[in-house]
């Protein structure tokens, strides 16, 4: 049996409702096999007609933001406190969302974001480090160096003992 467009519309919508019918319930009570409904709100899924009917507000188109406007937008929203943000963007018809992204791509069009300053401070700090390290690295080993000088000394004079190459005890010359 052929069904108007407008009948299967409507059925779509009785199933598709919440606490709407069930398929075999809608079945029983107009007659239309449950394989044809559920085919019917299977298409209707997949064509996307179920969407929701436009309400007033969704019908309102929102302003194009230009660049300039997104800019005065991220800086006054960057003086304010956290409790009058809330107040702000509601004024201005924006969500926080929107302000991250205006705030994110700012800083990228800029090329200042908060790691690569962060980033800047961390390579002079981590230069220095490097230095110092290297500087240490250097000192250690002129430590170990004597320290094994010293070693051996003591170990020379132990054998040979106190006395000088040129002169002999028992001559004295």
């Given at each position: 049996m052929k069904y108007s467009k407008v009948f299967q519309a409507k059925m779509?919508?009785?199933l598709a409702s919440p606490g709407g019918f069930t398929a075999n319930a809608l079945a029983v009570e107009t007659g239309v096999s449950q394989s044809t409904l559920s085919r019917w709100l299977r298409e209707a899924r997949?064509?996307?007609?179920?969407?929701?009917?436009k309400t007033k507000k969704s019908k309102t188109k929102k302003k194009p933001w230009t660049f300039l406007e997104k800019m005065?937008?991220?800086?006054?929203?960057?003086e304010l406190a956290d409790e009058d943000l809330g107040g702000f963007l509601r004024r201005e018809g924006i969500h926080e969302v929107e302000l991250e992204a205006w705030r994110k791509a700012a800083q990228d069009a800029l090329g200042v974001t908060g790691k690569r300053a962060k980033n800047k401070k961390s390579t002079a700090e981590s230069k220095r480090i490097k230095a110092l390290e290297r500087d240490l690295r250097r000192k250690d080993k002129a430590l170990a160096e004597v320290s094994a000088?010293?070693?051996?000394?003591?170990?020379?004079?132990?054998?040979?003992?106190?006395?000088?190459?040129?002169?002999?005890?028992?001559?004295?010359?």
């Open positions: 779509v919508q009785k997949n064509v996307g007609t179920m969407s929701r009917p005065r937008v991220v800086i006054e929203a960057s000088l010293l070693i051996l000394k003591k170990k020379v004079d132990a054998l040979w003992g106190d006395e000088d190459d040129d002169t002999n005890e028992k001559t004295g010359k």
